[in-house]
Each structure stands twice: as structure tokens, then as C-alpha cells.
């Protein structure tokens, strides 16, 4: 195929040899759009850029500190626009809309860079600076006080910006440097501190955007605050001189800028304020949160630990995609209350593990790092891997900052030229309606949420307000359950005084009717498995992608809920009602017979159930409070070594008073035999016995030490996670080790059940 | 104040884990189903299913009956007449009943469910039973009898049929006890004049009814429960057999799971390189990121080969390469590093084996490997073996020679380790806090010594842990000087090893194979240079802790790996100068982590890096430095040569052992 001549007269391929023009051809496409249609809209994700063949496309945005939408530029025949793709952070700050009847080229960008990274000398130094500048136009072009430049002051800035990267980390500047620039973010996270009595004091977090740097210029003052990368960050510099420049001819424009920043700061405070308190506060790690899409978040407190999750998804795809094991965050969670987001009142802080399962980055560093492009993104933004196309080299795993990608063996023949693994992370169960996970969860504690827009904390500092599609967490409809108790009791209390008065019997009347309908409950019962072992079952193979629904049916995706939890509800109900049914067929007899031996394992099988239930409702939420982490009872195995280690690591470079107690107090403490009983009915939280050991500490102490007790905390915090350790064992032991036992007696029953009908029968 | 957690990338990709969540329920499907065969084996093999619709009553149990007995007739009540002989009612209305054949014998002596009564046996015993069940009563009735006499108490349930015994009008109200209201259907009759008229003169018979009565009264209900065993059994049986199942299932998937890919172990004897092709490499990291000693780059999308002094020819980068666009060629022949073979067994002297860095790859995980892989081969050719003398003696106790002990110490070899310093000497001395970095990726590791990323302190803190739980026989202090062949060498053979110790006192041990686990550290690499004595205590050849020299002066001769981590350390202690002195005209050799950190220190002025500079002359306060501009003098306090060591050559020579 060829293209027109056109698409190749663009300033930027004009220099391209006939065989990069031909990789170009290979990846790329022309299409129509007609007048009015998108070619693509704000915030969508993207990797390409455009040239106009015919017609013509606006760029329009809501400006930085405007209200309105308004036109940017408009790119007409021979132009190209989209090069904003060609920054870091790949999602677009303009819309692109044909204004006529249009014909335009998509170039893939990550196609262009590699042609011309391949290719050495000016031409490439002179294209990559024109995508540049052509990007940092755009980009400018989103910001209110750009309109109000003459288009020479524009050039002027066009000309002396520039790009730089500074490392999560690391410091744009720090407090007194000399003011050499006015910064805006391209992509990243940066956080302003100052300082207090040698402490430092987070200001603000900027983000994609935000602009810092200015309050110092006009001045020309040092700086009064650090700039401190939290992710890697993408900034455009403009020097100094220039934005001086820049506001002596255009007053309005520093104002501007500073009402802008002074507006973020006020809205920010109140947020600020609050997280430096907590040390599993969201904002620990606040660039995962603005990175995340589509994070998936486990509710510790309704988890059971159960890990159906994780299984399930090991059934769908062969290798699970989910561990179980991650950080923990306290957060608030956003619900729509009349359309508007708001944090919910009824569920409070709430606290969620954040598994290793693939959070969709709005600037995914596993897709950047991938050499042959198996790593694809839906224009939802889902990103997932192409397997055909993976090699196996893991350069996708080591970059991803998260380890939510891992190598698995590649199913299939092996072929010479591919390696024998392949990366694998969550792609969402693209494949189908809804994730395996999500849909699979007995108590729906684990669901996908957009931290930008769910967290309410980071929607007060990054996100839009109001666009949330905030859920109801957990919302609980225990009612059928609570009826079934009560039915259950009443029944089961009448059956067995009758029984045991000899007024009902079980081969006769009622008592023989019960026994009939507990052995229709007990069969009842055995079918929980189907829902909860066969996937296939519910999970539906996609026709449409959603975005393709909404186009044509005018439907939003529904939030994937889960399918089993009413299973579970069920199988619950039943079982207290299997329970009052056997009860009223018969009562406290325990014979010889087959029927006794059917009694014995039922009520062993019923207690086990009925045991799992009530730790499944009064557990998590203890566990939960001791948690810092969320890990798998395999790591939890080998903590307590890992733990000693670090205590003993961590004092080794402490002062004689911290070593003098560690020997004498945090050791005794952490060894303590009933220590953990202690701990784990009274309620504290980890925070709670922290301060209640720096306080016993602080009490011997009687004000000595002072800063010899650097250090301290430290080692105090590993101490209380030791001692929560045994309860921590024990509480995921009793979540989990009745069940193998439950389905175990559940097979004994149904072989002795069937017996039992048949003796009957028979005589 | 919440500052960003460090993110780095990885240099090995995360492999896919298969977590308990997954694997908790493999195989209890199979277990439920093999416990749920074994209670209907157990309920068969013990009779549980032909002994019927209920356990007999105690008196036709007594009588040995069988179910044809009464089965056989058509109507099971006609056959009780053949032992109770004629046995109608004395109440009429019954008896027009049993007539009709609306009342059977079973209508109130339902004899397979209910059936219960009493028991006076000849030695005064008194047995109330129940169904299948017995239990003996602790109450005096006065009664006595030389046989055993049975009176059938039955429930008022029997009689609910027809009577309303809630009615005082009822005739059958007469029977019950009062005071026994609240037993309900279960409370006994206790009309024994059913079958007969009271008082018949049958004075024993009429006895026993009155103390079945005072029976009725103190013990009103049959015992219920019981004759657990059967079905306590049957459980057993079958939750026996599913835990077998599963713990079976358990240990076979253990054993089934594919065991690592085989690590190369021997270095190659010829000098080896990476070759890449450029027209299909992806430029993906997976070579760069395997290499332990940063031999490649990216560069322009495309691997390239940077360090091609530092190869080390395991072909990790190879094994990486996702489509095969690098191979390791074989070159010029190697010869700094004695000759051995698969096995570690040097072909110089037969018997020895050489393990760790003498082997020529510097690496801890190579020499743990080394270690266990030349014991678990020696192992297997020891043949007959006398109580007399070892079966192997270690020399050295680093990672090699502890790992070997390990080793041989499972497979139960008699060995002994002598090492000329302290165990673990070579981690002793890397500087306080050096991260021991745990690579090449993607190695297996053989045999049971620890290692992971961690501090020096942690390394050799679990090190030393492992030594003393394990009872490691290593003998500190003592230096081997000779090894000689006895009895004519290997196989049948062995060696004669002398040591000394710290006092000079000589021992000697007598052994069938030899491990030499004693690195290439031999001896530091001095100044070419006349060093006064007065300032040897200021020369220093490692660095323990960087903390003592804090403000001081320090010059740092060489640039490998550990001359950059020292002055790194150094020049991070407050006030240090810190000047680096190197031959080259540029880095040459050592990991690129060290070569990035050392360049950030020179760049922030923390570090002065002075190339093409050799140590001319030393006095007291200065040194002088030749540099291509001409001699520079430099201020000192103390001196760090780092610039390699010597093999210990000579004594393997005087072994047999050929090198260089």
C-alpha cells in the first residue's frame, strides 16, 4: 500500500528513508473521519500520532484555569497534531475533533522513535526536537494564560523550554537554591515541603498539568520550598529570565498563575494536613494512586482469606495472575450521594490490601519497556499482553514497580525461536464480561476502583470531584439469612422437644416428612460447589467490548459484582434449615444404626460449617487490625525469622540505652507466651499497642535517654508485629482449616445418606 | 512526613508462584471421595447394612434369633407365638383387635425400634434395656430369682394409636404413673396384666411385675444412646482413609515437581564471548540483566558487549536470550586457573577437588555450589571406608568450604574443615553494611547454605548460625602447609594433610579426598614501591569499618569492585577526603551499580578521582602521584591498597596443582 505523498511533506518525516517510510506504512493507517466525529477525546489513551490528508481537525481542551471548553489550534491539510503522544504519560490533554470532513495518517509513536533511534546523526536530533516542540505547544495550549500571549512571547517560550526528568526521589530543587525556572508537570507526581524545626512539612502534591516554581521568580528570591519527585517525573522547565520576560509584557499573566496555585493549596490543606499522621496512610505510596486505573482493592475487613479469588483465576487462565499478598491502605471510600461523590459515612475508614494483580497505569512502565510491543492498551485503557508476541525476556516484569507482572511457562509446543516463558498479569478478564476474581468472591470484599476517583482522600488532591463511579461497599442483605436463623430455631426447638418426648417420630408424621426435607437441604447444600468450583459456569465470554455498548446500546458498563456471595447466602440459609429439619426428624437419638452414624457426621459436619460461618463474620475484622501488610499464611510461615532479623539488624547501630532495652524489654515482649491471647482479644489496633509500648517504654525511661533513643520506634514497631504474629497464624488457621474438613465430612454424609433412604425404603 | 518508598528496577523478572490460595483444595475432592468409599466399605464389611431396619431386642437377641426366624412366616408376628406360646390379650377390646388384625404383637412391642423392658438376672443384676442398648441399674426391688426373668416394659407411645392418655376417661390412663406427665408418648405402661389375669399364683412371675413397676418408677425411660462403636467406627474408617488420601496426593506432587535446571558448574578453561546479533537482538535487558559482571549494554536498542575482559563463559546470557540472538563463543585458551574437570576433581592431582573462587568465578553462589557439587560427587566414589581416617578434609571455611561441610555432613561423610583464620573469614572482611548482592540471576543454588540479598552482617550472622545449630566440625587457627599422597593416592588411597596452628604446633590428618576451598585471595597485591616502616600501620589492604575514618585523609589505589565500594563508604563518613588513584585511563572492569555510585560521588565533589596515576613515593605527610601532567603530591593520613591479590600459587604447586 502506498500513501500520498502529503502525509510524507510533514516537517517531522519529511527526512525519513524509504525504508523507515515503509515500517511507518507497515504500523500505520489512514482512515476518514467525518465532520463532528473524534478522533480522539481528552483523558482517552494513546500511542499515535496524526497527519491531516484532507480536511481538518481541532484541538479544543478546558484550559487550565478556565471553566469553558475552547479551541487550541486547528490542524488543517499537511499538518500533523497528536505529538503530545510522543511525552511521557501517553494519555491526551486535548480532544481532536474534524471540524470537516477529514482524511488523516495515525503514525504508532512508539514505530517512529524506534525507526529513528535506529538511525544515527542531525536528522534525528532535529525530528525529535520538532516532535518537542510541537508537543510542548499543545501542551501549553492547555493552560488559560497561554491565550493571552502574543505569538512571538509564545515562540520565545517554544524556544528556550525544556524537557527534564528528575527520578522518584529526587528534588527538582531544594530550599535555598537559587530560583532558575517556572515548571510544569508533564507527567508524575511532585510533592512541595517545606520545612519546620528541622521537620519537614509536606505544602502540596502536583500533579500532570500543575505548575510550580513561579512564586520565587518575580522575586528573585531563593527557593522557599523543596520540590520533591514522588514518581518519575516529566517537567517542562521555562529558564527564568524568560518567564520574567514573559510577565513584564503580559502583567495579567504571573497573576494568573499565582491565583491558580494559591486555589490548589487552599483546596489541598485540609488533605495535606491529615497524612502525614499515618503511616499506612494512602498517600504512602500516592504515586501508585495516581498512577492506578483500575486498581484492585481487597476490603481486609470482610475477607475471609479464603483465596478463591486468586483460585479462580488460576482456573481461568491456567496461572493465577493474583497473589494475595501486598500493602495495606487506610482509606475512605467515595459514594454517590445524589450524583455527587462524597465520602461514605456508613462504612468509614476503610481498610484495603492492595494484592499483586495489575493496576492498569494510566503511563504503564511494563509497555514503555516492551521491545516488541506485545504489551497492548484498549482505548478504555486496559492494558494486557499480546502472548504471541511476548518473548519471554521479562523486561516488562523487571520494570514494573510492583511485580504485578510474572514469568509463567508458555503453554503450547515449544518453538525454537521463542523462550520457554511468557509474562502474564490480570488483563481484566478482557475475554470476558467480568473479572474471574471480582465475580468470584464469597463476601465481595475484592473489586476494582480507580484511586483518582474512589479514594476520597486522593480525589480531594488529584482527582476530579464528581466524576466518580463510586459503589456501596459490602452493602449487606443478610435478611434471608437472619429469617432462616429464626425459622431454624423454631422448628429445630419444637422438633427435638417432640422428638424427645417420643410425641413425633422419625418414621411417622411430621418427624418423617423432616427427614426428607434434610435430605433434600443436605443435597441442597452439597450443590454449593457447583457455583463455587465450576467458573465456567458464570463466567460469560464478551461480544462487545463497553465502550462499543455504549455506543450502540447507550449502556454504561455496570460495576462487576459478585456471583457467588449469594450462593454463599444460600448455602447458609439452607444449612439452618437442613439443621432445624434433622433436628425435628430425629431429635437426640444417636443409634447404632446407619442413621446414627448419618447423625454423627451431619452435626460434625454442620458444627464445622456453622463454625466457619461465624469466623468468616467475626474474624476479618479483628485480623484486619493487626495487619500491616496482607500476606498468605505460607508467608506468614516465615515471618517470625525475618522478624528476629530485622530486630536485631535495626539495634545493631543503636545507642547502649536502645540495645539495654531491646535486651531487657522489646525481646521479653516479643517472646511473650500469652502476650498474643492478650492482644488478640483486646481490641488495639497495631497503632494502639504501639503507643501503648512507647508509653510502658517512656514510664521506665522517666524522661532519660532523650536522643539516645533514636531508633526506637523502629524496633518497637517490629516488636508488636511479632507479637501479633501468633494471633495473626491462628486467625487465618481458623478461617481456613475447617473447611478441607467440612468438605471431607460433606462426602461421608452424602454416602451415608444415601444408605440411610435406602434402608428405609427397603423396610 | 511520608517520603516516596524506593523503587528499583529488578534484574530479575518475578516468576509466576502457585500460592496456597490455589493449591489449598488439590486433591480433597479426591480424599471426600476415597473417605466416602471407605465408610460404605466399613458399613458393609461390618454388617451395617443387612442388620436391618433396627437393632433386636435384648430377650431375642439373648435367644440367639435370626431374621428368618420370624421372617419366614408371612404375617413375622404369627411365628412369636412359637416361643411365647399362646398370647392374646385378657382385654377384650384387644383381643377382638388381634382378631381383626388391626393389632399385632409389634403394634406395642415394636420389637426392631422400641422394644424395651427389663432384666433380673440370676446373679441380682438388674438390666434395663433399650434398643440395642443395655444398661445395668443400681437399685434394690427386692426380687430374686434363680433364672434370668425379662419384663417388657412398653412406651405409652404404643398405645397413642387409639387411647387419648391425656383424658382422665381413658382406660389406658390407669397404666401410666403419675407424676411422669412430663416424659410425654415415652412414659412406660406399666399394666402388666396384659396377657395374663394378676395374681394367677405364678408368685415369681407376679414378683418381677412389681419390681418391673418399681423399675417403671425410678428409671421410667429405656436407655436411648449408645452402641456408639459401630458408627464412631465407620468414621473413622473413612475420615482415616481421606486424610491418607490426601496427605498421599501431597507427597507425590511433591516428588513429581520437576527438578531445576542443572546449573553449570566449571568454569570454562578457554577465554569465552558473547556474540549478538544486531539484525534480530530486541534490545530487551534479558542478557544485560543476567550478566553478573555487567560484561553488556544496551546501547541504540541493541546489546552490546562492553566489558569483554570480565566474561565469565557460564552462558547465562545465552540461557536468557529469548530468541537466540546471543551466543557465547569459545576463544584463546585460559590458563590462570587450575586445570579440572565436570566434576571439580583437579586432573593435575587425582583426589582434590577445587571449589569456590580458586576455580576462577569469583561469585558467592558459585562457590556454595561448587562446595556441595564436589562433595556430593566424592560421595559417590568412596568406596570401602575405615573408621581410621576422614573421608574428606576441607580446607577453608568460606562460603565453599561451609557449604562442603554441609554437604557432607548429610551424606554422613566423616570430615573435618580447617581453616587458617575464622569461619566465614572472607565475609568478615568486607566493609560494615556492604550489601552482598545476590547474582547471577536465575541460578539455582545446591545444597542448604542461605544466601540472599542482604547486608553483610545478615550474611554472616545466619552463616555463623548455620555453623554452630549444624555442629560444623571446622577447626579455626589451623594452617594447612602440605598435603602429600598416601597409599598410593585415589581411589583406594588417600592424603596425608599437615597443619599448623597459631603456636607453631604441627598436626597431621589422614584423609581419602581433599576439597580446596581456599579462594584466590592468597595474599594482597603490594606497591611496587619501598613502603618505610614506620608508615606500614597506615597502609591498609581492606576496610572493616569506614566509621574510623572519619576526617581523615585517605588516598584509594585501584579501581575493581573493591577499591570503589571502600572509597564510596569512605568518602560517605563526614569530613573524609577521599582521593581515588588508577592506573587506566578510564573504568575498566567492576559492576556498573559501583561505577554509577562512585561517579555520583566525583560528581558532587565528595570524591577526587585521579586516572592514569601510580603511587610514585611515600613519606610522612604527603604521596606523590605520577600523572600525565607530571608528579602530584597528595596530603594522607591513611593508605588503602586495593588493587587484587595474589594466587597462593606456590603452595599449590608444592601439591602438584599446576596454575598460571
Known amino acids: 500500500m502506498t500513501w500520498p505523498k502529503a502525509v510524507f511533506n510533514a516537517p517531522l518525516l519529511r527526512d525519513l528513508d524509504s525504508q523507515s517510510r515503509e515500517a511507518v506504512i507497515a504500523a500505520g493507517r489512514i482512515f476518514d473521519v467525518a465532520r463532528g466525529e473524534a478522533v480522539y477525546r481528552e483523558d482517552d489513551s494513546s500511542d499515535a500520532f496524526y497527519v491531516v490528508v484532507e480536511g481538518a481537525v481541532s484541538l479544543s481542551a478546558v484550559r487550565r484555569g478556565d471553566e469553558e471548553r475552547s479551541t487550541v489550534r486547528t490542524a488543517s491539510r499537511g499538518d500533523t497534531f497528536g505529538e503530545e503522544a510522543t511525552l511521557p504519560g501517553i494519555v491526551r490533554r486535548l480532544g481532536a475533533e474534524a471540524v470537516e470532513d477529514a482524511r488523516v495518517a495515525e503514525i504508532p509513536v512508539a514505530v517512529l522513535r524506534r ?15 520538532l516532535l518537542e516542540r510541537a508537543a510542548t505547544r499543545d501542551l501549553l495550549g492547555t493552560l488559560a494564560f497561554t491565550r493571552d500571549l502574543q505569538a512571538d512571547d509564545l515562540d520565545l517560550v517554544l524556544d528556550t523550554a525544556v524537557f527534564e526528568t528528575v527520578a522518584r526521589g529526587e528534588r527538582a530543587y531544594s530550599i535555598g537554591d537559587r530560583a532558575d525556572g517556572f515548571f510544569l508537570i508533564v507527567d508524575g507526581l511532585v510533592q512541595l515541603q517545606t520545612e519546620q524545626d528541622g521537620e519537614l512539612v509536606v505544602r502540596a502534591y502536583l500533579t500532570r498539568g500543575d505548575f510550580f516554581g513561579d512564586a520565587e521568580l518575580l522575586e528573585i528570591e531563593p527557593r522557599r520550598v523543596n520540590a520533591l519527585a514522588m514518581g518519575d517525573c516529566h517537567v517542562l522547565r521555562v529558564p527564568a529570565d524568560v518567564f520574567r520576560t514573559l510577565s513584564d509584557r503580559n502583567p495579567g499573566v504571573a497573576q494568573g498563575i499565582r491565583r491558580i496555585a494559591v486555589d490548589r493549596g487552599a483546596r489541598q490543606a485540609k488533605a495535606v494536613d491529615a497524612s502525614a499522621k499515618l503511616t499506612q496512610h494512602v498517600f504512602k505510596d500516592l504515586y501508585r494512586m495516581q498512577m492506578a486505573r483500575s486498581m484492585l482493592v481487597i476490603d481486609q475487613e470482610s475477607c475471609v482469606r479464603c483465596g478463591h479469588c486468586a483460585w479462580s483465576c488460576a482456573e481461568v487462565h491456567g496461572v493465577s495472575r493474583l497473589v494475595r499478598r501486598g500493602d495495606k491502605i487506610l482509606t475512605h471510600l467515595n459514594v454517590l450521594e445524589e450524583g455527587v461523590a462524597k465520602p461514605s459515612a456508613s462504612t468509614g475508614q476503610r481498610s484495603l490490601g492492595l494484592p499483586n494483580s495489575c493496576q492498569h497505569c494510566k503511563n504503564p512502565a511494563c509497555m514503555i519497556d516492551c521491545p516488541t510491543g506485545a504489551i497492548g492498551r484498549d482505548p478504555e485503557g486496559e492494558v494486557f499482553i499480546r502472548e504471541d508476541l511476548c518473548t519471554g525476556c521479562g523486561n516488562c516484569a523487571k520494570a514494573c514497580p510492583w511485580e504485578n507482572i510474572r514469568m509463567a511457562p508458555r503453554s503450547g509446543a515449544p518453538r525454537a525461536s521463542l523462550s520457554q516463558e511468557v509474562a502474564v498479569k490480570c488483563d481484566l478478564c478482557r475475554d470476558y464480561e467480568a473479572p474471574a476474581c471480582v465475580q468470584a468472591c464469597p463476601t465481595e470484599s475484592i473489586f476494582r476502583l480507580e484511586p483518582t476517583q474512589d479514594f476520597s482522600e486522593v480525589t480531594d488532591l488529584l482527582g476530579e470531584p464528581g466524576k466518580s463511579s463510586a459503589r456501596q461497599v459490602n452493602a449487606r442483605s443478610h435478611l434471608f439469612v437472619s429469617v432462616a436463623a429464626l425459622f431454624s430455631v423454631a422448628l429445630g426447638v419444637v422438633g427435638w422437644v417432640l422428638q424427645s418426648r417420643g410425641d413425633w417420630s422419625p418414621s411417622n408424621g411430621a418427624g418423617y416428612a423432616a427427614g426428607w426435607l434434610g435430605a433434600l437441604g443436605v443435597m441442597t447444600l452439597s450443590l454449593y460447589a457447583v457455583p463455587k468450583r465450576v467458573v465456567g459456569l458464570w463466567m460469560k465470554r464478551r461480544e462487545k467490548s463497553s465502550a462499543v455498548r455504549l455506543e450502540t446500546d447507550g449502556l454504561a458498563p455496570a460495576r462487576p459484582r459478585s456471583r457467588v456471595r449469594i450462593h454463599y447466602h444460600v448455602h447458609v440459609a439452607v444449612g439452618l434449615l437442613a439443621v432445624a429439619c434433622v433436628a425435628a426428624h430425629a431429635g437426640p437419638r444417636a443409634g447404632a444404626s446407619i442413621g446414627g452414624a448419618l447423625g454423627m457426621a451431619f452435626w460434625a459436619a454442620v458444627l464445622l460449617g456453622g463454625f466457619g460461618a461465624l469466623a468468616y463474620r467475626s474474624i476479618p475484622r479483628r485480623l484486619a487490625r493487626l495487619e500491616r501488610k496482607s500476606a498468605l499464611p505460607e508467608d506468614l510461615r516465615r515471618e517470625r525469622e525475618a522478624l528476629f532479623d530485622r530486630l536485631y539488624r535495626s539495634s545493631s547501630g543503636a545507642s547502649d540505652v536502645v540495645k539495654k532495652l531491646v535486651e531487657r524489654v522489646l525481646v521479653p515482649y516479643a517472646r511473650s507466651a500469652l502476650g498474643p491471647i492478650e492482644l488478640a482479644f483486646s481490641g488495639r489496633s497495631l497503632r494502639d499497642e504501639q503507643a501503648r509500648l512507647r508509653a510502658r517504654v517512656d514510664e521506665m525511661l522517666g524522661g532519660r535517654g532523650g536522643e539516645k533513643l533514636e531508633g526506637l520506634d523502629e524496633l518497637i514497631k517490629t516488636v508488636v508485629e511479632l507479637r501479633t504474629l501468633p494471633v495473626r497464624r491462628v486467625f487465618s488457621f481458623l478461617l481456613r482449616g475447617w473447611l478441607p474438613a467440612h468438605m471431607i465430612l460433606t462426602g461421608v454424609v452424602l454416602v451415608l445418606l444415601v444408605l440411610h433412604v435406602g434402608a428405609v425404603l427397603r423396610w | 512526613m511520608i517520603q516516596p518508598t524506593e523503587i528499583v528496577r529488578r534484574r530479575s523478572a518475578p516468576k509466576a508462584e502457585e500460592t496456597s490460595d490455589v493449591t489449598r483444595f488439590r486433591g480433597i475432592a479426591i480424599a471426600s471421595a476415597i473417605g466416602a468409599a471407605a465408610v460404605l466399605v466399613a458399613v458393609v464389611a461390618t454388617g451395617g447394612v443387612v442388620r436391618g431396619p433396627g437393632p433386636l431386642s435384648r430377650p431375642h437377641v439373648v435367644a440367639k434369633l435370626e431374621c428368618q426366624s420370624c421372617h419366614e412366616e408371612e404375617r413375622p408376628s404369627a411365628a412369636c407365638g412359637k416361643c411365647h406360646g399362646a398370647h392374646t390379650s385378657t382385654r377384650p377390646g384387644h383381643r377382638d383387635l388381634q382378631a381383626s388384625g388391626e393389632l399385632e404383637c409389634s403394634t406395642c412391642h415394636t420389637i426392631h425400634r422400641g422394644n424395651a423392658g427389663v432384666a433380673f438376672l440370676p446373679d441380682g443384676r438388674i438390666i434395663r434395656y433399650g434398643p440395642g442398648v443395655e444398661e445395668e441399674l443400681v437399685l434394690g426391688t427386692g426380687f430374686a430369682s434363680n433364672k434370668t426373668v425379662t419384663v417388657p416394659i412398653v412406651a405409652a407411645s404404643a398405645c397413642t394409636g387409639c387411647h387419648d392418655l391425656d383424658s382422665p376417661h381413658d382406660l389406658a390412663a390407669a397404666c401410666l404413673i403419675d407424676g411422669q406427665q412430663e416424659l410425654g408418648r415415652n412414659r412406660p405402661t406399666v399394666c402388666f396384666d396384659e396377657h395374663r389375669e394378676v395374681a394367677t399364683g405364678d408368685t415369681e412371675r407376679d414378683a418381677a411385675h412389681e419390681a418391673a413397676r418399681a423399675v417403671s418408677l425410678r428409671a421410667p425411660l429405656a436407655p436411648t444412646s449408645g452402641g456408639w462403636s459401630g458408627p464412631v467406627g465407620w468414621l473413622g474408617m473413612g475420615l482415616l482413609a481421606s486424610f491418607v488420601a490426601f496427605a498421599a496426593q501431597r507427597t507425590i506432587r511433591r516428588r513429581k515437581r520437576a527438578p531445576s535446571a542443572p546449573t553449570r558448574i ?220 598416601r597409599a598410593g593416592g585415589p581411589p583406594a588411597g588417600g592424603f596425608v594433610v599437615r597443619s599448623v596452628d597459631a603456636d607453631g604446633i604441627e598436626s597431621r590428618l589422614e584423609s581419602r579426598r581433599v576439597v580446596l576451598a581456599i579462594g584466590r585471595r592468597g595474599s594482597p597485591r603490594k606497591l611496587p614501591i619501598d613502603i618505610p616502616e614506620v608508615l606500614e600501620d597506615r597502609v591498609h589492604y581492606s576496610l572493616a569499618d569506614a566509621r574510623s575514618f572519619a576526617g581523615k585523609r585517605v588516598v584509594v589505589v585501584g579501581l575493581g569492585d573493591v577499591a570503589m565500594e571502600t572509597a564510596v563508604a569512605l568518602s560517605r563518613q563526614p569530613g573524609t577526603e577521599v582521593t581515588v588513584s588508577y592506573r587506566g585511563p578510564e573504568f575498566r572492569r567492576g559492576k556498573a551499580r559501583n561505577v554509577d555510585e562512585l561517579r555520583r560521588a566525583v560528581a558532587i565533589g565528595r570524591l577526587r578521582l585521579v586516572l592514569e596515576s601510580e603511587v610514585r613515593h611515600l613519606s610522612d605527610g604527603e604521596l606523590e602521584l605520577s600523572t600525565p601532567s607530571g608528579p602530584t603530591r597528595v596530603e594522607w593520613d591513611s593508605l588503602f591498597v586495593m588493587i587484587g591479590s595474589i594466587p597462593p600459587k606456590e603452595f599449590l604447586h608444592s601439591i602438584g596443582i599446576g596454575i598460571g
Not at chain 2, 544496551?298 to 551466543?327: H, I, M, W, Y
Not at chain 2, 565475609?427 to 547454605?449: A, N, T
Request: proline share 5%; net charge negative.
Open chain 1, 115 to 129: 525507526v529513528m533511534g535506529r538511525h544515527e546523526g542531525v536528522v534525528v536530533d532535529r525530528e525529535r526536537r
Open chain 2, 266 to 485: 566449571v568454569p570454562s578453561d578457554v577465554k569465552r564471548l558473547p556474540v549478538i546479533d544486531t539484525s534480530t537482538c530486541i534490545g530487551c535487558y534479558a542478557c544485560v540483566d543476567a550478566c553478573p559482571y555487567d560484561v553488556l549494554e544496551v546501547r541504540r536498542f541493541v546489546a552490546v558487549t562492553v566489558k569483554a575482559d570480565d566474561c565469565c563463559g557460564l552462558t547465562l546470557c545465552e540461557q536468557r536470550c529469548p530468541n537466540g540472538s546471543l551466543v557465547v563463543t569459545a576463544g584463546e585458551r585460559l590458563d590462570d586457573r587450575p586445570r579440572v574437570g565436570e566434576t571439580l576433581e583437579s586432573e593435575d592431582v587425582p583426589g582434590i577437588y577445587i571449589a569456590g573462587d580458586l576455580s576462577g568465578l569469583p561469585l558467592i553462589r558459585n562457590a556454595i555450589n561448587q562446595g556441595a557439587h564436589a562433595v556430593q560427587h566424592l560421595a559417590s566414589g568412596l568406596g570401602d571406608r575405615k573408621k581410621s581416617e576422614l573421608d574428606v578434609l576441607i580446607v577453608g571455611a568460606g562460603p565453599a568450604g561451609i557449604s562442603a561441610a554441609l554437604e557432607a555432613k548429610n551424606a554422613k561423610l566423616r570430615y573435618a574443615v580447617l581453616e587458617q583464620g575464622s569461619a566465614a573469614e572472607s565475609i568478615r572482611s568486607f566493609p560494615r553494611g556492604k550489601l552482598v548482592f545476590d547474582q547471577p540471576l536465575g541460578m539455582p543454588l545446591v545444597g542448604d547454605l542461605w544466601l540472599e540479598e542482604a547486608s553483610k552482617e545478615e550474611l554472616l550472622g545466619k552463616w555463623l548460625r548455620i555453623v554452630r545449630r549444624e555442629k560444623l566440625d571446622i577447626r579455626e587457627g589451623q594452617r594447612v602447609v602440605a598435603i602429600d599422597r
